[in-house]
């Protein structure tokens, strides 16, 4: 990781600040150079660059339409973000800008400079000015909470003054002694305070605090050794970033102020951080000139804290506590914010404004002057939720994210990311092609496993594919539709061998239409697509079937010779993010084997991949590490999730010190084959991983592996047997699936008796330790002898001898006499 | 005749067997089944890793047909663990332990240990399978490890994640246990004895020589002093008498 993370020089080498847009377009930093840079969220090109006339700027705040920058000089600059060019200058102090912020609506902005007094001055009326006084030195930093009715204002005297700017005569409300250093105001160490996106706690270089009580409440300690630089909470206020001058950065989990992961690998000290408001992405400055870019910030077994919605603050006594551990409570809570939540807010702020600001009518407890300004952010359809229009002030719900169902990205099924500048496109069981960027163009190189089949090879890519499926026949590709060159999507197929001349085929797909995931099969191939068909073309590019998917969007597909298998995102969950569906078709002969059946993923976990096994057995693994194969999927309605191995539970992690995962490659003689990825590390990289291979473990029961005693020892082996009789049984079941359903080969027939062999024999080893532990287990073993497959009574017979070789003659017997009903074809089953 | 060869096998010749030990193998291309002396092979299939004998192995390596994969045991995490094991103070004295065996196959016919019963046959090193597959324990040196891990470092260099890391592993490893066998010399005496638990079968080969020199020397020392002995014995019985001063002649022939 410490390789791949290379600052991007931003400025001249100095003091740099930066802040994302509050829709995470943008990214500004500002330095000691008289240019802003303006970064596009997302992409790797050059930054746009604002030539200013003010250098040694001290501070940024941003809003989707403008940036406010600061500077020594003493000026606040208004610049717009849509010309690139600067607006106005909102302000002159005497002496250097120590901070801005912006409230959350954009309306006004507090200035914090080596005067004595702070500023918060109007942005689109610059002559509408607060002065806030009563601090005696001068102040370090600024900070607006999540609703813009509350100032923190960080002096360098030692305390942070609290000012509610809800009416028109800013009023100190709280100073707040103690909490930070006595600092000077040009010092790279910080005494901002971070507002938890709640709104009822901040966050200052010392400690926690709600805001209720003024109280300290919790502190986030151990992680730096020295003093704090920049904070900043995560966008839903569950993981909290902080930096020190010590060259260190930390993650914070809020709820256990537990220390989630330490970066080691920071040059220089850190002067601000800001989340990117979506993504996993955490960007910081440090006194260099230098910006960092830090994707998949959050360690990926953590990332899940960044997806769950808006968490409460930590506090001590909090009312909410109760239910703050269970994630979906809250999420339902904050679906209805009238609710029981809504009141234990509505009681922290009264509390903490006094009887002045508890008006009659609630609506009148912010002068929501502006009309618009402090509603939330519409969603993604141009309206504001309905909560917005719920009859309260809608600034009260802003620090409340509105509800939107999570819905399930595509993906391509055996694709990893870019890193640095490649990925692989596809990586399985018949070879791996990846590309490389070249910013032009990308270069495509397909290598296989099997060198005598197939001939490495490699081109250069001028229409730059993004997605790629490899498999003994060809290779398919697609791009996207580019909007510069009026270039459409296109699939593009090579087979690997022709006895003609090269018969490679592209195809274009309709105008706006782009291919979210796609498969190549034996016999075709197909493509979901992002208008939500799924389009299916034969190995000659011959188009043979377009239909709508019922599942929309498309999350991936997967096929295996005739059956094609696509997953959707379905109906939305208790959870909040919608059901993923699959379809299973045989495009042949045109039959459904599965409509519309749910993908069994448990709360919380993800898709991550999807494959058919050699035998054709659609498998799925999840984030939680999960094998699961489909079983009896050939009958519509039948089908169910059998997990073939809990990656967990492997006795390789027993030992508890190996911290590896593993990524999904296939399922192939009966083993499962993955890529071990350390250290953290989600998706695999270069140089390509060697693939190993586990055999399968149906999680029947945990047990320690390495148990000491002979008796742990026995119980092992017994449930060992379990495992394998269930295991053998699933086996059975899906050979014999196969076998039923198929034109199957002599050599699949002849497997369906010996998997039974191989169950009934499991099922005399359990026997045997049945009748070893005792005369009075014979209940148990007769019933062990009733579940045996064959037919020819050979087993039973083996049955009555180990039972007379541990001379249980009783239950001896009893197998006798269900052996002779079963020979004269006395069907046991019904009885039972 | 026989050959001019000292007893017991020089280290080319257990450098030979140790290639009689299977190892994993990632084909590069397709290969059935073989039927060799040593029993049949596993059909290749790229990419599904087989168990090759190592002869085998390195043969196809040599022809870019295949990968070898390192076991478990020949891994940086691994080889610093065992020599931290072989380092550690409270532990100098020993080395470090060989593989586990596998549980026993056949019951003894009375209670204990099927391994020493006389009448069950249970295989252990260096007749144990998997020694230097994937599936080799990862914290215990096999019988031939040195032999192993040598030829794998030279014909398979490319294999390795970290060679030179490996390659300085096996060297310290190799000079700490073969100093502690060297420390077993000073008490070599006639009735002395070193406990050799977990040492490998090159390092046998290896002092075997000098060793057996040595006992060997020292018994035939300790011969002529028995034999002479014994003749002084008949004698001093047929003549009756002693003589001091012979005795300590022969005494200091000893030094």
Redesign the interface.
Known sequence: MAVRLRGRPAHAPGPTYLSYTPNGKKLVTVGVNGALRVFQHGSDNEPAIIDVLTDGHTAVASTNDFIVVGAEDGSVTKYSLLTNSMEEILVRCSLPVRDVSLSKDGEWVAVASDELEVKVVNTRDMTRILHLRDQSRPVKNVSFDVSGSTLAVSCTDGIVYMYSLSSEQPTLIKRVDGLIKTLETDVEVSAKVAWHPDGRAFAAPTATRARSDWQRHKAFSGGHRADISAAAWSPNGALLATAGVDKSLCIWETRSQRLLKSYDDVQNAILAIDWHPTDNVCSYTNNNGELFIREDFVPGEHAKHLRIALQPAPLNNDPLSEISGNARKQLSNGDKPNGARRSAEDQYLDDLLGPDAMSDDEMDFIEDDDGAGYAEETNDVGKRSAVANGGRPAKRHAPFAAWKPQVHEAFQPGSTPWRGDRRYLCLN?TGFVWTVNQDTHHTVTVE??????HRDFHFTDPYKYDKGSLNEKGTLFSCRPSTQTQQRAVLYYRPHETWTTRTDWRTQLPVGEEVTSMSLSESCIVATTSKGYVRIYSLFGLPLKVYRQKSMPAVTCASWRDYVMTVGNGLVGGDGTTRMLYTIDNVRRDELCQSEDVVALREGTELRNIFFSDKGDPCIYDTEGVLLILLHWRTPGQAKWVPLLDTKTMDRLASGRKDETYWPVAV??NKFHCIILKGGDVYPHFPRP????FDFKIPVSSFPAGAADDEDKDAAQQKNLEEQYVRASLQHSLASDLVDNTNATSAQKTEVPVMEREVDKALLQLLAAECREGEERGMKALEIAALMRDRTGKMLEAAGKIAARFQRDILGEKITQLAERRLVGLVDEEDM | MALPLPPGLTPSEVGFLCEMEHVTVIPRQTLDGLELLGGPTGALKPPFPTPLPLWLALLLKKQRRANITPPPWLSVDALTQILDFETDERTAELFSPSPNLPPATTTAPLEGDPYLAHDSLELSAPFLKDAATARAQADALPYHWLEIGHLLITHAPDDFEDLDAVRKLLRDLREVRMSKLRKGFEVLDAGGGVKMNGVGGMEIAEVRGFVGGVVDGLRKLNRSREESRKERETEERENGFGSSSYRDDEDEDML
Not at chain 1, 448 to 453: A, K, L, S, T, Y
Not at chain 1, 690 to 693: C, K, Q, R, S
């Open positions: 069981m296989f496993h099997d060198r005598q089949e192939a003689n060697l693939l190993v291979d």
